[in-house]
């Protein structure tokens, strides 16, 4: 309708109503622009609201998780502590053999824990981490990220180290075959351990090696708390880090 009256205000030279409907029209993409993109930034602010929420989730259950991981890694140090004292000349004694048994048998026990970071993948891949225009949490988003790649690439180093020491450890350690065929006894050979300064040093080494990453862990897991504390600035609902008042 409106192509038809600038038609007809050409062919009467009517420059006035063609000035008029052509502002109408160049007014009215330009509204139907600004509506589009509007929606559009609505949609995106959204999708990253949505984003935060979900990393926020996952940070809180990364807590949980580490914390479990440092309660095992406290626990194993005092064992691995107890075997460094028995290979370098204490006495082991009935009441110390479980303790003992159970350092030797989780020495090259060394995994990495859960890192809940499917929301960040998925943001990175998709394109959308472009999204969250606030420079201070992109730096704080990408500090977190570049932490936890530095502790993966520890770990993936550690046990590099960890497979040089399994030959010397093979030299004084069996495991034997219980009546539960997931489970097996460790036998260990302690004159020859004592014995052989090489031995007692891989040891200590290996030892030493878990309790320098089990300090990653508690560095990392205070890293992620103040992540979500900063992540519950945009969602508005505080960081359940599982701490009671």
């Not at 970071?117 to 998709?126: F, G, R, V």
């Not at 570049?146 to 495991?175: D, K, N, P, Y």
Request: proline share 3%; net charge negative.
């Amino acid at each position: 309708m409106i192509l038809s009256r600038i038609r007809k205000a050409l062919a009467d030279q009517n420059w006035l109503s063609v000035g008029i409907e052509f502002v109408i029209v160049v007014a009215g993409v330009l509204l139907a622009f600004q509506v589009s993109a509007w929606n559009e930034r609505r949609i995106d602010t959204a999708r990253v609201g949505q984003a935060l929420e979900r990393l926020q989730l996952e940070s809180e259950q990364t807590i949980q998780a580490l914390r479990g991981r440092i309660a095992t890694d406290a626990e194993r140090q005092a064992e691995r502590a107890l075997l460094v004292e028995i290979a370098m000349g204490a006495a082991l004694t009935e009441r110390n053999q479980p303790d003992f048994d159970r350092a030797v048998a989780q020495l090259m026990y060394f995994t990495l824990p859960p890192f809940r970071q499917n929301t960040y993948d998925a943001l990175e891949q998709s394109g959308d981490l472009a999204l969250i225009n606030d420079p201070d949490l992109i730096t704080e988003l990408t500090r977190y990220q570049g932490h936890i790649g530095w502790v993966e690439s520890q770990h993936a180093s550690f046990r590099s180290g960890l497979t040089e020491f399994s030959e010397r450890l093979s030299e004084f350690v069996a495991h034997r075959p219980t009546d539960d065929p997931r489970v097996t006894r460790v036998e260990v050979d302690l004159e020859r351990l004592r014995s052989e300064p090489r031995l007692t040093s891989a040891v200590v080494q290996i030892a030493r090696m878990h309790a320098i990453f089990a300090h990653y862990i508690v560095q990392l897991e205070a890293h992620t708390v103040a992540f979500c504390q900063r992540l519950s600035e945009e969602t508005g609902r505080p960081c359940d880090t599982g701490e009671t008042e």
